[in-house]
Every structure is written in C-alpha cells, then in structure tokens.
C-alpha cells in the first residue's frame, strides 16, 4: 500500500518540475544556437505538456491537489533562469544555454524513474496509464535533448 500524502507529494514535485520545464524551454527555444533542433524541442515540449496532463489526473485520482507553493516556485525559478539568460556575451550565453539543457534532461531522467516507480502498482493508480510508455518517451526525449547538449557544449568549449 502506498503513502497517499508521500505519493501526493512527489506528484507535486514532478508537476512543478514539468512547470519549469515548459517555461525552461520557452526561454532557450529561440537562442541561434538551437534552431536546427526545433523539430526536437517541440517534440520535448509535447511530452512534458502530455506528463503534465497524466501528474494532475493522478492528483485528482489519488484525491490530492496540485501544491500551490509547488506551483509558485517553478515560476521564481523560471523568472530567475529568464535573468540569466538575458546576458548579451555570446560565450556567457552559450554556457547557460549549455546548464539549462542539462536542467530540461535532470527533470526527463527524474520522471522516468517517478514512472518506473509507478509501473509497478497495482490497482486505480495505472487505470488509464501507460508508465512504461511514458517512461520510454522521458528516456528517447532525454536522449534527443543529449544529443543537443553535445552540440551546445562543443560550442562552449571552443570559446573557452
């Protein structure tokens, strides 16, 4: 049997996570240094956007709710990130692009082990969901965003 308020909890985490995730990927989509992967950054975004729609009807399963304080944090967070990357040096930028790249993959590789987690209860809690699915999209979409970093941090690495 699970803890109900610890399950609630860690939803809550995982829903604030996608939040900074979304506003994350909002701030570095349109750096230079990225428009050849857009096609990979709105895939991404669509992942995380359908991970948050499975985070909150888990929260209304379990008769929880979405953390209000959760909620707010993941937008002082992204006002933060937002400061950050209005540096105008391009080596500066690069570094940060490279560090929020890095941020988006952490929150993919955290989700994949909230699912696996979730793959292995029994009863309502998967009644409509997927967690092995899920789980493989969260690990092909870290994956996509590693082959992005790679690419980021090359760049970084020749201005420094």
Known sequence: MIDRDALAM?????LTGSVSTLRMIGLVRDARELATFQD???TVTRGVETE???LQRLLTLIGASESIGAATIARVGAHAARAQLSIERDEELRFLLFEAIEYLMLGLYGRLALWSVLETLEGDLRSGCDFKQLGGTAARHARMLGQIRLCVGRGVSAVA
């Open 52 to 54: 948050r729609g499975v």
């Open 40 to 42: 990979v950054i709105q």
């Open 10 to 14: 860690s939803l809550n985490d995982h």
